[in-house]
């Protein structure tokens, strides 16, 4: 089992910066992929950004904007939002995979026009 607890987010206007911080425990080895999905109301939830040794991926509206990083030994990712857009407002979700899915419980970002 792995548990996923994140932090951050909030409310920025338009232009703004917001870090979110996602730590986990249980099993989780170097070479699962650790990740940020997001989904706004009425939306199906999508890939933000994902990490693992030796790749990132992000996704097209994204990028440019925001960088995910990982701390392996503390298994702990982090994405920061930079130049944040009114778009980009919904509930942001870590992700890892292991031998499934694991998901932690959402954190709220708003951005004001």
């Known amino acids: 089992q792995v548990q996923l607890v994140e932090s951050g987010g909030g409310l920025v206007q338009a232009g703004g910066s917001l870090r979110l911080s996602c730590a986990a425990s249980g099993i989780l080895y170097a070479t699962n992929t650790m990740g940020w999905y997001r989904q706004a109301p009425g939306k199906e939830r999508e890939l933000v950004a994902s990490i693992k040794p030796s790749s990132t991926d992000y996704a097209d509206s994204v990028k440019g904007r925001f960088t995910i990083t990982r701390e392996y030994a503390k298994k702990v990712v982090i994405l920061q939002m930079d130049s944040l857009k009114p778009e980009d407002t919904a509930i942001y979700y870590c992700?890892?995979?292991?031998?499934?899915?694991?998901w932690g419980q959402g954190t709220q970002v708003t951005v004001s026009p």
């Open positions: 992700h890892a995979r292991t031998y499934k899915d694991f």
